[in-house]
T-cell receptor, first 117, second 113 residues
Framework: DTAVSQTPKYLVTQMGNDKSIKCEQN?????MYWYKQDSKKFLKIMFS???????INETVPNRFSPKSPDKAHLNLHINSLELGDSAVYFC????????????????FGPGTRLTVL | KNQVEQSPQSLIILEGKNCTLQ??????????LRWYKQDTGRGPVSLTI?????NTKSNGRYTATLDADTKQSSLHITASQLSDSASYIC????????????FGGGTRVLVKP
């Protein structure tokens, strides 16, 4: 069984379009995350949700809007896509927020490669 | 400014050899430090997690060390295998509640037969 799954795996779209990426975890975790990995392979955290509440928003343009309908899902909606949004987006989950003193293991999804033309 | 720097940027080693990757950080206050392995085209996988009081932690052939005084960590790979070819990322949690993550740029390891 896949622990953290994302759909789609690949997404190619035109500038200006709106798109969504879905993430689901079946680990029973309370915390989920979205990361962006650029062409230089640098990972940056974008958002983190704990028990469906936003706890981290790392200066991401407001064209990006996460939505957490329940603890097992954290979707990422992107409006008015720009060329610079091209990257691989990773979803992840952990029992508790990884930054706290508790050393919870973080599990990543397989990634969604977004290409904006 | 909170920073995490990894060295070397890339590394080529022969199968069966050992290697050590470095991670230096300037973050304060420190909460915990993680090492991840990321295979090409896949999501990162957690290798080790160390809190302030831990000096060393092993996961199979991977051994991480932490010196909180000098703010340095290393990841040692013993008897490398072809499957160890990947990027290795060091991540430090910052803040009294550790509510910020600072990522290193990663070290790309290529193991050759």
């Amino acid at each position: 069984d896949t622990a953290v799954s994302q759909t789609p795996k690949y997404l190619v779209t035109q500038m200006g379009n709106d798109k969504s990426i879905k993430c689901e975890q079946n680990l029973g975790h309370d915390t989920m995350y979205w990361y962006k990995q650029d062409s230089k392979k640098f990972l940056k955290i974008m958002f983190s949700y704990n028990n469906k509440e936003l706890i981290i928003n790392e200066t991401v343009p407001n064209r990006f809007s996460p939505k957490s309908p329940d603890k097992a899902h954290l979707n990422l909606h992107i409006n008015s896509l720009e060329l610079g949004d091209s990257a691989v987006y990773f979803c992840a989950s952990s029992q508790d927020w990884v930054g706290r003193g508790r050393p919870d293991t973080q599990y990543f999804g397989p990634g969604t490669r977004l290409t904006v033309l | 400014k909170n920073q995490v720097e990894q060295s070397p940027q890339s590394l080529i080693i022969l199968e069966g050899k050992n290697c050590t990757l470095q991670c230096n950080y300037t973050v304060s206050p420190f909460s915990n430090l993680r090492w991840y392995k990321q295979d090409t085209g896949r999501g990162p996988v957690s290798l080790t997690i160390m809190t302030f009081s831990e000096n060393t932690k092993s996961n199979g052939r991977y051994t991480a060390t932490l010196d909180a005084d000098t703010k340095q960590s290393s990841l040692h790979i013993t008897a490398s295998q072809l499957s160890d070819s990947a990027s290795y990322i060091c991540v430090v949690s910052v803040g009294a509640a550790g509510n910020k993550l600072t990522f290193g740029g990663g070290t790309r390891v290529l193991v050759k037969p």
